[in-house]
């Protein structure tokens, strides 16, 4: 009986721990949900600044492009040079996503070099870039990783998970180990700290 209390207590002390914040933050209430709004702030700062720039520029295509325009193909070539490099022939459905990604987590960081965030005052915290959270940050890792199960999956259905057998049975732990150890390797890739 006394292991059960002793591992109740463990967990309980684990529970009060999750609720430490560090910092204070600026919360909405949504419905039933504590939502974050710092970090939504930023986000939508950062979308704002895509989605305007992209349909400012393509909104009215040339067929001798303006300087706007050759930027923006120019990024475009970039990312899909960089998804047929890593992926291979079956780059193409790819592009949206890893796109999407990288500029999403690159005009996050610059957001966080080169806008002035701390110039908004708000009740509670201060504004920073998108990826200096945390949250953040582990939900690019998970949609990433989601990502790479489902080409995985769908590529070799579930003979995918063969590989992690090789090349020995016995180092199946140490290959499911690597998969977690990537996503919170991940993690740390996608933040910026400002």
Request: proline letters at 5%.
């Amino acid at each position: 009986m006394n292991v059960l209390s002793c591992s109740i207590n463990t967990l309980k002390g684990l529970y009060d721990i999750s609720g430490v914040e560090v910092g204070q933050h600026f919360y909405w209430q949504i419905g039933g949900f504590q939502v974050h709004a710092q970090v939504l702030i930023t986000s939508w700062v950062v979308i704002a600044i895509l989605l305007g720039s992209a349909t400012l520029v393509v909104r009215n295509p040339q067929t001798i492009p303006t300087d706007g325009q050759n930027f923006f193909e120019y990024v475009l070539e970039f990312i899909r040079d960089v998804s047929k490099t890593q992926i291979g022939e079956e780059y193409g459905s790819w592009v949206p996503f890893i796109g999407t990604m990288f500029l999403f987590i690159f005009v996050s960081n610059w957001s966080g070099a080169l806008l002035p965030w701390k110039i908004i005052q708000l009740p509670h915290g201060e504004l920073a870039a998108p990826t200096n959270d945390i949250n953040t940050t582990v939900a690019l890792a998970l949609l990433t990783s989601v990502a790479y199960f489902y080409a995985g999956l769908t590529k070799k259905g579930l003979g995918y998970f063969g590989k992690y057998i090789q090349p020995t049975p016995i180092l199946l732990p140490i290959n499911i180990l690597e998969d977690f150890t990537n996503l919170y390797h991940l993690v740390f890739d996608f933040s910026v700290i400002y």
